[in-house]
């Protein structure tokens, strides 16, 4: 009998919930990467070292709607099915979660996760509700995988913060994994909504992340962005780290890198 060609792609957590119990699952270890799709070589960073730490390596692509606060935004998302399940096919993954928008809330969102504090900064502060569709589909998402790593990107350390604490809070035997930014060689950090912006767009958003690292304090790295012409919607510190979102041709940017402290 053949092994079935991989990855095997499953649509409803009834479907996954059958192979996660099944003989291809049982004793084995298993690392977890969860994306909204328009796979980059961020997320393939994610998923080639879940392979080298797992012995089975589950990809989700959901477009989560419910973390989408403006309309605009989650309809032109990118989707890009054939090549993210090529690049999955590449990178080695076992199985994709690829679930429909229903069968991830037969609650109508009727329940939900909300943070209190850090949430309500920086990217909670300028996209309301933001992070509770975030939370609540991580959730579900850790609850179905139930995986021993999950990997996320440092790119957006406030979703992984945030989601570190929740598994802490909640009691969720998964290991949170943060991976490192992965950046173009002129310095942007790697995004799906990069491939939205046009090619003068894209060269000028490397600034953002030169000016971001370079920038004297929050409030000088803000004018310095806006005499490069972006539209701020905020820079700060927290942790060590200078955070911004900046918006070019419609499109958010956001990044974070550490302050250099001067001499
Ligand atoms: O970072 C993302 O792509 C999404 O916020 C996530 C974690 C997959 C939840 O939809």
């Known amino acids: 009998m053949h092994a ?15 192979a996660r119990r099944g003989p291809d699952f049982a004793g084995r270890t298993v690392g977890f990467v969860p994306t909204m799709g328009a796979l980059h070589e961020g997320h393939v960073a994610l998923l080639e070292r879940a392979r080298r730490e797992n012995d089975r390596v589950v990809l989700s692509v959901f477009v989560n709607p419910t973390q989408f606060n403006d309309p605009k935004d989650f309809e032109r998302y990118p989707q890009t099915w054939d090549s993210d399940l090529a690049a999955a096919r590449d990178a080695g993954v076992d199985l994709v979660f690829a679930p429909h928008a229903g069968a991830m809330y037969p609650d109508a969102y009727r329940f939900r996760v909300t943070e209190d504090v850090f949430s309500r900064v920086m990217e909670g502060a300028h996209r309301p509700g933001h992070f509770d569709g975030v ?27 945030l989601v570190r604490d929740m598994a802490a809070a909640f009691f969720l ?27 003068t767009g894209r060269r000028k958003a490397a600034e953002f992340a030169r000016i971001l690292r370079e920038g004297p304090d929050a409030n000088g790295t803000r004018s310095a962005l806006e005499l490069a012409g972006f539209d701020v919607d905020y820079v700060e510190h927290h942790e060590d780290r200078r955070f911004g979102a900046v918006r070019l041709e419609n499109i958010r940017l956001i990044d974070n890198v550490p302050i250099q402290h001067s001499l």
Do not use: H, M
């Open 4 to 18: 079935p060609a991989r990855p095997i792609v499953v649509r409803s957590p009834e479907e996954w919930s059958r």
């Open 135 to 161: 939370l609540t589909v991580v959730l579900k998402l850790l609850l179905l995988v139930d995986a021993d790593r999950a990997y996320f990107g440092e790119k957006d350390r406030q979703q992984l913060a």
């Open 173 to 199: 035997r998964t290991e949170i994994v943060p991976c490192p930014t992965v950046r173009a060689e002129d310095g942007l950090a790697l995004s799906s909504r990069n491939r939205l912006l046009s090619p």
